[in-house]
Every structure is written in structure tokens, then in C-alpha cells.
């Protein structure tokens, strides 16, 4: 029997979802789809036993006889290919530092020792659904970023997430490049976002849904929005052109108010002469976990293993 199946798993900060993956169509088969809520401060032995739940749930719903195996999108600092977490120095999931997730899920799940488990960075994950069978399919060369808790991206060259070079900045993402007084991350999330609305009105809020529907009504947040898509353009022009992207693909929680930043932001590419196609994230949640067990493919697992170790 051909095996044609694999189990995408998306490791966020706060649960884990996984569903079976159809790896000739690349899509998510039908009521596979399980989720938990996961404690990132929890004892290792709890959190694998909360994943491999998940994970067996899923697992369930399928034939195991056409499994191929299980591909992780998950967060660093982590060895991709050894499949061991190096997570320290931030509130989450420290408690797994130096465990061997593929080791202490396999024994979880009690699976046979030949069973596959894999594993990417959850940003590359997304990228490479995208590109797999997303928004970014019919380009070659594409930027995929997630625009949320924190800001992901991954540059991709004919599905393949390129991590070294000239075209790209070290590691292969932008999270990390220098802006204003800190990073690229501290602006463009989440917490850069509503940080910036604290600061000019003194009132916090618990997310950009509730940020965004104050807009219509409130001059100073439409001006934040402005003034967002005004910056992200002029940050992501530059890498753009570099990598000779034909299109930039965003993901992640503030793309859901593209409508309030998305014409500043693509009339600044303009301006900067940059003419990568712009294009919301079509796989949204789903981007992670096709990406992710896309893995199981023999053809791209063979061509991402250079990559791996950079990531």
C-alpha cells in the first residue's frame, strides 16, 4: 500500500493543532484536524504527553498503513535535524531544553522505530505551504512573512526556504535585523503594535482585533496603521529586490487588518521601486501544517537538508 499520508504539526506558544496531510494533493484530509491547549511551563513529560494526544488523535483518523510520518513545525532554537530543543532564555517551553522531541514522541505513541518524525522551523513551515500550494505557487522566488506574536518569515526558491548567501540576511529571516532602537521583531508584532498605542494613549489593550476595530472612530490608530504599512514597505523593499522575490506573501494575526495598512504599505513598495506581488496568506493556519509535512516528501526532504542545520 503507498504511503501518501502525513501528520502536519504546527508547535505554537500556547497548543499545538495537527491534521493529516494528503502529500499528492497537499491538503489537509477531512475531520483530521485536533488541537490542545499546552502549558509552556509545564514539566517535558507533560508537554509531550499533551502533544502526542494531539498527535494520536490525528493519527486515528487515518490508516496507519498509509503514514509515512509526522513533520514539526516548531519554533527554535531547536536542531531541525537531530530533532532536539535548544529553547532557553525565553517563557516558553524551556522545560524541553535538550530533549529529544522525535525520541520522546515515538515512545509516546509507541510507533515502530522506522517511523519518520521530522522537523522545520515553524516560519520556513508556513513559507513552504505557501509555496507548496498556497499563495506563493506560482512564483518561483518568494517572501512569506507572519506578521503576529512575533515576526516570521522565510525566503523561498522553487520551494526550497534559502538560509545563507548573498540574497538574504543571516539565517535566512529578518526578525533579527536591526530597526530603530532594537530589532525588526520589537515593531513589526504584536507586542510592537499595541506597545506603540500604550505609549501615545496610556490604555493597553488585549489584542490587534480589538485595536483594529477601533480605527474607523479613532484618528490616532488609523494613524498607527499608517504609520506601520509606511514602515514595513520601507523595511522589506530593500530584501525584496535583493532576493528578486515575485511575490511577498503575509500571514499571521495583523494580516487580518490588511484593509487598514495594505494600501500605505503597497504604494511605499512602489515608491521604492520594488514590484513583488503583495498577496494575503490563502492557507492561513494551515500554511504550518502543510508545510510542515510536506517533510515527508522524499524529493523536497532531500533537497531542504543543507538547509536545515542553519535554521
Known sequence: MEKNIAIGTDIGGSHISCAAIDLFAGKVIKDTFAERPVDNQAPATEIISVWSSALAESLSKVSME?????????PGPFDYVKGISYIHGVAKYENLYGVNVAEAVSASLKVPGDFLIRFMNDASSFAVGEAWVG???????SLSVTLGTGFGSA???????????????????????PYEKGIADDYFSTRGLLGRYKNITGKELPGVKELAELAPDDRTVMELFDDFGNRLGLFLAPWLKK??????????????????????????????NCTSRVELSVLKEDAALIGSAYLLDEVFWKSVQHALPLM
Open 66 to 74: 498509509k503514514v509515512k510520518g509526522i513533520g514539526f513545525a516548531m
Open 135 to 141: 499563495s506563493a505557487s506560482s512564483a518561483e522566488r
Open 155 to 177: 525566503f523561498i526558491d522553487n520551494k526550497i526556504p534559502i538560509v545563507d548567501g548573498p540574497l538574504v540576511p543571516k539565517l535566512g529571516c529578518i526578525y533579527h535585523l
Open 243 to 272: 532576493f528578486k522575490a515575485e511575490m511577498l506573501v503575509i500571514g499571521g494575526n495583523i494580516s487580518h487588518a490588511y484593509d487598514l495598512f495594505g494600501n500605505i504599505f503597497e504604494e511605499r513598495l512602489e515608491k521604492e
